[in-house]
């Protein structure tokens, strides 16, 4: 199997590449603003699970299809690009209906369930970590020791442990500053369309970059 050495190595380099604020970084701080703590760390829970389908994408031989294909890597791209875009227009468009449930002390939440599903579907489409994991998970596996599929699997679980922390600790410094703008509604109301305007702006930089090759 892989050394202790390996799986460090690996572990740093996965530490400097979540640390980059990405898609899912963004994602974390625009939901943290619209809908609140709660629901931004299930969203990021979900994100987790996402980028870790990924691993298993790549460690099967999807990922070199991906890197190979740009019709594919186009496809994934612009679902992804789509739905945050989607999902910014949402927030801006009931912006105030935050002001109104906070006024009327009824909680802000989304269903858990959703964010769930909306964290999964940013975390399974975002370009950075496939590529990443094209690129980096056969670099740190052992193919003398065979089976490095499973290497690949037993690799990649670091990354989305790291990612939960990583974003969470976003998640809660942008839910901190969600709570201070709540004291007013105006600042509310601006709160929801800056993290509604900070999807939109992420789904179009997505849309729009391509790849190196």
Same mark, same amino acid.
């Given at each position: 199997?892989?050394?202790?050495?390996?799986?460090?190595? %690996?572990?740093?380099?996965?530490?400097?590449?979540?640390?980059?604020?990405?898609?899912?970084?963004?994602?974390?701080?625009? !939901?943290?603003?619209?809908?609140?703590? !709660?629901?931004?760390?299930?969203?990021?829970?979900?994100?987790?699970?996402?980028?870790?389908? @990924?691993?298993?994408?790549?460690?099967?031989?999807?990922?070199?299809? #991906?890197?190979?294909?740009?019709?594919? %890597?186009?496809? &994934?791209?612009?679902?992804?690009?789509?739905?945050?875009?989607?999902?910014? #227009? @949402?927030?801006?468009?009931? !912006?105030?209906?935050?002001?109104?449930?906070?006024?009327?002390?009824?909680?802000? #939440? &989304?269903?858990?369930?959703?964010?769930?599903? $909306?964290?999964?579907?940013?975390?399974?489409?975002?370009?950075?970590?496939?590529? %990443?994991?094209? #690129?980096?998970?056969?670099? %740190?596996?052992?193919?003398? =020791?065979?089976?490095?599929?499973? @290497?690949?699997?037993? +690799?990649?679980?670091?990354?989305?442990?790291?990612?939960?922390?990583? $974003?969470?600790?976003?998640?809660?410094?942008?839910?901190?500053?969600?709570?201070?703008?709540?004291?007013?509604?105006?600042?509310?109301?601006?709160?929801?369309?800056?993290?509604? +305007?900070?999807?939109?702006?992420?789904?179009?930089? &997505? =849309?729009?970059?391509?790849?190196?090759?």
């Amino acid at each position: 199997m892989m050394s202790l050495g390996q799986v460090l190595a %690996f572990t740093l380099l996965s530490v400097a590449v979540i640390a980059v604020p990405g898609p899912s970084v963004l994602f974390t701080v625009g !939901r943290a603003l619209t809908v609140g703590r !709660r629901q931004a760390l299930l969203s990021v829970l979900g994100n987790a699970l996402g980028a870790y389908v @990924q691993a298993v994408a790549v460690a099967v031989g999807v990922g070199v299809v #991906v890197e190979r294909s740009v019709a594919v %890597f186009t496809v &994934i791209k612009l679902v992804g690009a789509a739905y945050l875009v989607f999902l910014g #227009v @949402q927030a801006i468009r009931h !912006r105030r209906k935050v002001t109104e449930a906070l006024s009327a002390g009824i909680p802000t #939440v &989304i269903p858990s369930r959703r964010a769930l599903r $909306d964290g999964f579907v940013v975390g399974v489409t975002n370009p950075k970590v496939i590529v %990443f994991f094209v #690129v980096a998970l056969p670099q %740190f596996t052992n193919p003398v =020791a065979g089976n490095v599929p499973m @290497q690949m699997l037993v +690799l990649a679980a670091v990354f989305p442990v790291i990612a939960l922390v990583m $974003d969470s600790m976003w998640a809660l410094l942008a839910s901190t500053a969600r709570t201070w703008f709540s004291r007013s509604p105006r600042r509310l109301e601006m709160v929801g369309g800056t993290g509604g +305007l900070m999807m939109i702006g992420l789904g179009a930089t &997505i =849309a729009v970059t391509g790849r190196k090759d």
